[in-house]
């Protein structure tokens, strides 16, 4: 298994930043079920203020191979070009292996 964990920061020009981590946590809780061996997805857009990101995705994939397939399946390029990018920054990414 995969741990697959992204965190970012808005952008300071965002006015409704609770609205667009919303829409990002609806449309990325959505892809379970539609991505071949994305086991869960959970995006947390409540942080407390010790911590140093705005949003996280969490999610567990099958392999390396449901990673890589991930990274370029439709439903995640949608996610990031449509809902993502046009709002964060200072995008951290950490990948493990989970026993």
Known sequence: MIRHIVGWNFKENIEDKE???KEIKRV???MVGKIPGLLELKVIINPLKTGTVDIILNSLLESEEALAGYQVHPEHINLGTS???PVTCN???FDFVEN
């Open 28 to 30: 990325a809780e959505a």
């Open 83 to 85: 809902y993502v990018k």
């Open 91 to 93: 995008r951290a990414c």
């Open 19 to 21: 609205a667009a981590a």
